[in-house]
T-cell receptor, first 115, second 117 residues
Framework: AQSVTQLDSHVSVSEGTPVLLRCNYS??????LFWYVQHPNKGLQLLLK??????LVKGINGFEAEFKKSETSFHLTKPSAHMSDAAEYFC?????????????FGTGTQLKVEL | GAVVSQHPSRVICKSGTSVKIECRSL??????MFWYRQFPKKSLMLMAT?????????EQGVEKDKFLINHASLTLSTLTVTSAHPEDSSFYIC?????????????FGPGTRLTVL
């Protein structure tokens, strides 16, 4: 069994300040973990993925995430927020490397970026 | 590369009618596609796994006679919502697996907004 908990349903930051979106997971396997972003009325775009290689994963648009097995966490960070980062972010877990099978989604974190 | 499209992007229909949503992998072949449903301000819920040339596998609680899935080719899967009712109104998203293996990444379509009046 696997599950994902996104600890914050809403996060608000000022433009230019750091972003931290928190995610904890539970899995019976050595999981693969992903972060996806969804802009309003749009599909999901893959930001980054962890598949048992380096624990610090760099993604697109300046985002990165660190896999911490001891804390069962996979928090998403960005040093400096941009207005275009405002969107819904989903943390996702898969029992398989690459995520080609059933994905379990977190409930999402709405990121708001203010001037 | 790895682009997935959906058509239509939005559809409004009357209660009792059927609606077909198409999911296409544009630049790769996808033996497996997935259909998700997303309620407002909620996460995605997997509805079914669609395999080319065989019957779809539905998740528990999803009515297979209500949500008909056909995966007729390596680039096209369709979801038909039969006898739609207002409670079927939702955002439907498909994804396509970019390879034969479970290790391959899923690529998501832009979604279809269904509104049933």
């Amino acid at each position: 069994a696997q599950s994902v908990t996104q600890l914050d349903s809403h996060v608000s930051v000022s433009e230019g300040t750091p972003v931290l979106l928190r995610c904890n997971y539970s899995s019976s396997y050595s999981p693969s973990l992903f972060w996806y972003v969804q802009h309003p009325n749009k599909g999901l775009q893959l930001l980054l993925k962890y598949t048992s290689a380096a624990t610090l994963v760099k993604g697109i648009n300046g985002f990165e995430a660190e896999f911490k097995k001891s804390e069962t966490s996979f928090h998403l960070t960005k040093p400096s927020a941009h207005m275009s980062d405002a969107a819904e972010y989903f943390c996702v877990v898969s029992p398989f490397t690459g995520g080609g099978n059933k994905l379990t989604f977190g409930t999402g974190t709405q990121l708001k970026v203010e001037l | 590369g790895a682009v997935v499209s959906q058509h239509p992007s939005r559809v409004i229909c009357k209660s009792g009618t059927s609606v077909k949503i198409e999911c296409r992998s544009l630049d790769f072949q996808a033996t497996t596609m997935f259909w998700y449903r997303q309620f407002p301000k909620k996460s995605l819920m997997l509805m079914a796994t669609s395999n080319e040339g065989s019957k779809a596998t539905y998740e528990q609680g999803v009515e297979k006679d209500k949500f008909l899935i056909n995966h007729a080719s390596l680039t096209l899967s369709t979801l038909t919502v039969t006898s739609a009712h207002p409670e079927d109104s939702s955002f439907y998203i498909c994804s396509a697996r970019g390879g034969e293996s479970f290790t391959d990444t899923q690529y998501f379509g832009p979604g279809t907004r269904l509104t049933v009046l």
